[in-house]
């Protein structure tokens, strides 16, 4: 019998990286959200009801809390979602008690707006490095894992389900008006985790379906240097054999693109589709270069 592998595969850099995103949003926590008392959802939202109810260190309550989430978690993950997990708690732990012990002022004069705002971009922007690197910082992601692998629910809605019930808890220590700039701040929050994932721009997949499908592969080939690939399909009304191009571009080229579908085939159908992420030649490493003497 082959021995099981138990090579986690785990990358210095992402280690690196996970760090530095725990200390950028644990600064956002400790000088916006701390500091100007307002809420978070999560167990970061919990350490913050036991500061202020219990005067507890959210560097400590932060382990505390997620100690029986990692036992729950540990039989059902896999080792190295396990091990980032762990390990982002810890260095978020620690970044935590650090910049509470750090002697910075933010002088913003208590204006909750500007808090809000602060601490959507830094804990957004830090988050937001730290899953794009496979990590998280503990907490009710891990019920979340658990709720879409045995009951079927997605993780959204019981993530969101619980930051609803923790803010709305930490009515206990915070007044109407105080928990609504919380909103705002947990709505930028997830405007910047979602931007910081998905880079400065999404790129662009393109489906093509012509007659002339040859002609219009050659030429985005040779005039924007973009590969394409060919898709078999049939008609759904007249059952002919259909070839559909599919490439991916930039959306500087996106104009281009459109132009040279005309110039070719004035009735081809185009459809334009969003890319979260392109990995590849011409998106993480360069194309070739294209030499021209005009």
């Given at each position: 019998?082959?021995?099981?592998?138990?090579?986690?595969?785990?990358?210095?850099?992402?280690?690196?990286?996970?760090?530095?995103?725990?200390?950028?949003?644990?600064?956002?926590?400790?000088?916006?959200?701390?500091y100007?008392?307002?809420?978070?959802?999560?167990?970061?939202?919990?350490?913050?009801?036991?500061?202020?109810?219990?005067?507890i260190?959210?560097?400590?309550?932060?382990?505390?809390?997620?100690?029986?989430?990692?036992?729950?978690?540990?039989?059902?993950?896999?080792?190295?979602?396990?091990?980032?997990?762990?390990?982002?708690?810890?260095?978020?732990?620690?970044?935590l008690?650090?910049?509470?012990?750090?002697?910075?002022?933010?002088?913003?004069?208590?204006?909750?707006?500007?808090?809000?705002?602060?601490?959507?971009?830094?804990?957004?922007?830090?988050?937001?490095?730290?899953?794009?690197?496979g990590?998280?910082?503990?907490?009710?992601?891990?019920?979340a894992?658990?709720?879409?692998?045995?009951?079927?629910?997605?993780?959204?809605?019981?993530?969101?389900?619980?930051?609803?019930?923790?803010?709305?808890?930490?009515?206990?220590?915070?007044?109407?008006?105080?928990?609504?700039?919380?909103?705002?701040?947990?709505?930028?929050?997830?405007?910047?985790?979602?931007?910081?994932?998905?880079?400065?721009?999404?790129?662009?997949?393109i489906?093509?379906?012509?007659?002339?499908?040859?002609?219009?592969?050659?030429?985005?080939?040779?005039?924007?240097?973009?590969?394409?690939?060919?898709?078999?399909?049939?008609?759904?009304?007249?059952?002919?054999p259909k070839?559909?191009?599919?490439?991916?571009?930039?959306?500087?080229?996106?104009?281009?693109?459109?132009?040279?579908?005309?110039?070719?085939?004035?009735?081809?159908?185009?459809?334009?589709?969003?890319?979260?992420?392109?990995?590849?030649?011409?998106?993480?490493?360069?194309?070739?270069?294209?030499?021209?003497?005009?």
């Amino acid at each position: 019998m082959a021995q099981k592998q138990t090579h986690l595969n785990i990358s210095l850099i992402d280690l690196v990286v996970i760090a530095l995103g725990t200390a950028i949003y644990s600064f956002g926590i400790v000088f916006f959200n701390i500091y100007n008392h307002l809420a978070d959802g999560g167990v970061t939202g919990i350490t913050l009801i036991l500061r202020a109810l219990f005067h507890i260190d959210p560097a400590y309550s932060t382990i505390l809390v997620n100690i029986p989430l990692f036992l729950i978690g540990y039989r059902f993950l896999g080792k190295k979602d396990m091990f980032y997990t762990l390990y982002g708690t810890i260095v978020l732990a620690v970044f935590l008690w650090i910049w509470q012990r750090v002697p910075l002022v933010i002088n913003i004069d208590h204006d909750l707006l500007l808090s809000a705002i602060g601490a959507g971009l830094f804990g957004g922007f830090g988050c937001g490095i730290v899953y794009r690197f496979g990590g998280t910082t503990g907490g009710v992601d891990i019920v979340a894992r658990l709720f879409e692998r045995f009951k079927g629910i997605q993780m959204g809605q019981t993530l969101l389900t619980i930051d609803v019930i923790v803010l709305l808890s930490s009515l206990i220590y915070l007044d109407v008006r105080q928990l609504a700039y919380t909103l705002i701040y947990v709505w930028i929050f997830s405007v910047i985790v979602n931007f910081t994932q998905q880079g400065a721009y999404t790129a662009r997949g393109i489906l093509i379906i012509s007659n002339e499908s040859n002609a219009i592969s050659t030429a985005i080939q040779s005039e924007l240097s973009r590969g394409v690939t060919f898709l078999n399909a049939e008609g759904g009304y007249s059952h002919h054999p259909k070839q559909i191009i599919y490439c991916v571009v930039s959306p500087s080229e996106l104009h281009s693109l459109k132009q040279l579908v005309e110039s070719i085939d004035k009735e081809a159908f185009i459809s334009i589709l969003n890319v979260n992420e392109a990995i590849g030649e011409g998106f993480t490493y360069k194309r070739p270069k294209k030499f021209k003497i005009l």
